[in-house]
């Protein structure tokens, strides 16, 4: 039984609760709502914390000689670990409750049961703060339920405060449902904060060396799952805007006010330091301006970008910068061998934000546009975009969906331009780009087009079930026909790892019956679970 939480303590936590992730990845990957094999939760928090373990094997006894003590060091080391490690939307909150419990014990001589609490309520806040809407029903809910419970607890008993919190994280895990209709309908509770749990049930064990009564296993559907819509922003703001803020955080407070009020997607990050530092600032929005005016009237705003997201807005004339480069993340190899044809640097499917960083880095240029291809790398392509920037490097990331979008991106792309108006037409040329997936249902599933079945073949239209089949080649070609009624002039096909010879060459031959006049480009893309992508330009 531990009376306080010391640095040989993290260590062993960080440790148990990889391992605990570890037994439970499969069953966490499970709890997801979507009807195709995207569901991967458990993973990416199991590779985050791997690079958390891998950051305090790499400094396992140094300390600095002034700033945090050695428990808050090796916090520190967890924390940065894990953020350069995050992988998906559940590993980058997970970073930033860890920055906050790494914040809050820094300077603190011993950690008890209070200060726990207190790291956790800081935890809690850094992780509300990165996510410009917080949903209750998540993650979020989660570790605010665990603060709140360790405070109530008012008790310097180490051990007993990380029970109490622990049981209030199961508590509040079973309660999502009841939150999120997304997960109701599907009959699971949500996969990130059954990850959190994980790991709370993992610091109990540390402390008191008896393993902790884990969280109750998810229920089973009472129904089919059903679908739900991918994490995004509302499609009304034609803008990205984003700029480095120095600024007090108290202004920044009445800043976030201003911007939300403005438009949507916005994240509010800082670097820790106290009281004043520096903040990450990104939003969508209609008036460039007011966002602008709202980071001036905060404090000093720089680095400021503009990405265009939907109508065009003239950009003041600057200079041609020099030394770009494109950073494309690809699931294929075929699909990898079309962008490096691009002259883009390639990095494999679901990379953490270190190894991004890493690819940035590795261009050896000054000003690099990141295209990411799924919404989940989204997340971790702006962590490593924020952390680019101790480097000197500006990083802009097109928020692309599917690689046939950063295919129309990099068409476009023009190096006698300036910077970010070569940004700006990549996210233009990206958005006019529709796509659509198709693969195998892996479950039952109730979807907007109707109930799915395993096998059945499930043709996604930006996202969303459109189409529900038997056959795959019938499917891809309704698919092909029903995005080519909103009009189109050309169509790319990439074949799966797992297509059947000769699939593109028969949509390619019914486009040509049906649509003579559009022009069709298919490649061997070699992608995992979808046997066809599509994109109508």
């Not at 008993?157 to 999502?176: F, I, K, Q, S, Y």
């Not at 705003?301 to 503009?306: A, D, L, N, T």
């Not at 190096?415 to 990206?430: L, N, Q, T, Y």
């Not at 079930?465 to 009624?485: P, S």
Request: aromatic share 4%; with cysteine; net charge negative.
């Amino acid at each position: 039984m531990l009376d306080t939480l010391d640095a040989a303590a993290v260590r062993r936590w960080c440790a148990s609760g990889l391992a605990a992730l570890k037994r439970h990845q499969g069953e966490i990957d499970q709890l997801n709502v979507y009807p195709v094999p995207d569901g991967d939760t458990g993973t990416n928090l199991v590779l985050t914390l791997t690079s958390a373990q891998q950051a305090l094997a790499m400094d396992l006894d140094t300390l600095p000689h002034s700033g945090p003590t050695a428990h808050g060091h090796a916090l520190r080391l967890m924390a940065q670990g894990a953020l350069l490690g995050a992988r998906g939307n559940s590993g980058v909150i997970l970073s930033q409750i860890l920055r906050g419990l790494a914040d809050q014990v820094a300077g603190v001589p011993a950690v008890r049961g209070r200060e726990l609490a207190a790291a956790l309520r800081c935890g809690t806040t850094a992780a509300y703060t990165a996510v410009s809407r917080p949903v209750e029903g998540t993650l979020l809910t989660v570790i605010a339920a665990a603060a709140a419970a360790a405070e109530g607890a008012d008790s310097d008993d180490l051990p007993a405060v990380a029970g109490v919190a622990a049981r209030a994280a199961a508590e509040a895990l079973a309660r999502t449902p009841e939150q999120l209709p997304a997960l109701a309908r599907a009959g699971v509770v949500d996969a990130g904060g059954r990850g959190l749990c994980v790991l709370l049930d993992a610091l109990v064990e540390v402390l008191t060396g008896e393993s902790a009564a884990g969280p109750a296993p998810a229920p089973r559907p009472a129904r089919p799952a059903a679908t739900v819509a991918r994490e995004t922003g509302s499609g009304e703001y034609a803008y990205e805007v984003q700029f480095l803020l120095d600024a007090h955080a108290e202004a920044v407070d009445g800043l976030r006010r201003a911007l939300d009020a403005l438009g949507d997607s916005l994240v509010v990050v800082g670097d820790g330091r106290e009281p004043e530092g520096t903040w990450n600032v990104h939003v969508h929005v209609n008036d460039v301006g007011a966002a602008v005016e709202a980071g001036v009237a905060a404090g000093r705003p720089y680095r400021i970008s503009v990405t265009r997201l939907a109508d065009q807005q003239e950009s003041p004339p600057g200079p041609v910068v020099a030394g770009r480069a494109a950073v494309v993340v690809a699931t294929g190899g075929g699909i990898a061998d079309l962008f490096a044809a691009e002259g883009a640097t390639v990095v494999p499917g679901n990379p953490s934000t270190g190894e991004l960083l890493d690819a940035v880095r590795g261009t050896g240029a000054a000003r690099v546009v990141v295209l990411p291809n799924d919404a989940n790398t989204e997340a971790v392509a702006s962590a490593a975009a924020r952390e680019a920037h101790r480097y000197g490097i500006k990083v802009s990331v097109v928020p692309t969906r599917s690689p046939v979008q950063a295919l129309a991106a990099l068409a476009v792309r023009d190096g006698d331009r300036r910077f970010e108006d070569d940004v700006i037409a990549m996210a233009e040329a990206a958005g006019a780009c529709r796509y659509a997936e198709v693969c195998h249902a892996s479950r039952e599933a109730l979807t907007v087009a109707g109930p799915c079945r395993p096998g059945d073949v499930l043709a996604l239209v930006e996202g969303e079930v459109h189409l529900i089949g038997t056959d795959l080649t019938d499917t891809c070609a309704a698919v092909v026909d029903r995005m080519l009624g909103g009009g189109g002039e050309m169509v790319t096909l990439l074949a799966g790892v797992d297509a059947p010879a000769g699939l593109t060459d028969a949509v390619r031959a019914h486009v040509a019956r049906r649509w003579p006049f559009v022009e069709v480009h298919a490649y061997p893309g070699g992608q995992p679970f979808y046997p066809l992508l599509v994109g109508i330009e």
